[in-house]
């Protein structure tokens, strides 16, 4: 099973680039990468999900170099709202959902 | 209303209950799941469900069961509540059509703690 690496908490401020960075040194062939937004006491929320290379969306890019052993999440401009924790998720394509693993995640902080 | 309902969304209960929580949704999902997650730490896979007739345990099936009622319900029991099962608990959907964690929809959750 893949397993995944983020930082524990980050810190920033209104208006700033973020970018979390997972590590996930045994992923597979057929893996994806999948980040979720949790809020305090609200299930998580899918933000994006990527094979390899970039992929944009409206609310964030993620960005998977050519080994995918890592992944950036990039969350632009950030404000307040963007306090949450930031799981990242390795898996594989359907019927493998199962293996998902949801780590501690990475708490964000974002001040004034 | 929203596409994955909760019930109850907090609950109390002694040890030794039994207790059942139940997740609806209107997604047209066929695939379900319940997950626990414990104060600062991420959620662990307890049961999911491919279809009504299909259920398979997760990580930490032990003291509980589930059942798939209809395509829209899932439903967690807890056959003898003890108090290392207090804990938010969260029923997720996802569709077959996709996977490797594409898409899926939690419903906001619920706190049950034993006492």
């Known amino acids: 099973l893949a397993k995944t690496t983020q930082p524990i908490s980050m810190d920033s401020y209104e208006g700033q680039e973020v970018n979390i960075t997972c590590s996930h040194n045994?992923?597979?062939?057929?893996?994806?990468i999948t980040w979720y937004q949790q809020f305090p006491s609200q299930g998580p929320r899918f933000i994006i999900q990527?094979?390899?290379t970039k992929v944009t969306n409206e609310v964030a890019s993620l960005f998977i170099p050519a080994d995918r052993k890592s992944s950036t999440l990039s969350l632009p401009r950030v404000s307040l709202s963007d306090t949450a924790v930031y799981y990242c998720?390795?898996?594989?394509?359907?019927?493998?959902?199962?293996?998902?693993?949801f780590g501690a995640g990475t708490r964000l902080a974002v001040h004034p | 209303d929203a596409d994955v309902t909760q019930t109850p969304r907090n609950r109390i209960t002694k040890t030794g209950k039994r207790i059942m929580l139940e997740c609806s949704q209107t997604k047209g999902h066929d695939r379900m799941y319940w997950y626990r997650q414990d104060p600062g730490l991420g959620l662990r896979l307890i049961y999911y469900s491919f279809d009504v007739k299909d259920i398979n345990k997760g990580e930490i099936s032990d003291g509980y069961s589930v059942s798939r009622q209809a395509q829209a319900k899932f439903s967690l029991s807890l056959e003898s509540a003890i108090p290392n099962q207090t804990a938010l608990y969260f029923c997720?959907?996802?569709?077959?059509?996709?996977?490797?964690?594409?898409?899926?929809?939690f419903g906001s959750g619920t706190r049950l703690t034993v006492v």
């Open positions: 045994n992923i597979a062939t057929n893996d994806y």
């Open positions: 997720a959907t996802s569709d077959h059509g996709t996977g490797g964690g594409y898409g899926y929809t």
């Open positions: 990527g094979y390899k």
């Open positions: 998720l390795v898996g594989d394509s359907p019927g493998g959902y199962n293996k998902l693993i």
